[in-house]
């Protein structure tokens, strides 16, 4: 595995223009395309930043069952 990391490392290191930057960065400010990926990539943040949103608020709410839950149970946890 560990030789695996070194010729990554190694390919990157030497070929240069296998990490081009796609249109993005690069292209034309005006070009559709590149207007379109800047949308792109801005709908992708908001689809991971509202699925990430509903996850913390789905563990906040389990946090806060669990914590009604044995304050109304007595739960005293044993720790040795």
């Keep these: 595995m560990k030789m695996i990391y070194l010729f990554i490392i190694y390919l990157f290191t030497f070929s240069p223009g ?4 796609c249109a993005t ?3 034309a ?4 395309a590149t207007q ?3 949308m792109a990539i801005l709908v ?3 689809f991971i930043s ?3 949103l509903i996850i913390s608020l789905s563990i906040f709410s389990i946090y806060k069952k669990s914590k ?3 304050s109304q149970v007595n739960y005293e946890p044993t720790t040795k």
Excluded: E
């Design 36 to 38: 379109g990926l800047n």
């Design 68 to 70: 009604l839950y044995h």
């Design 18 to 21: 296998l990490l081009s930057a």
């Design 50 to 52: 509202a699925i990430l």
């Design 44 to 46: 992708l943040l908001g």
């Design 25 to 27: 960065c690069y292209g």
């Design 29 to 32: 400010p005006d070009a559709p």
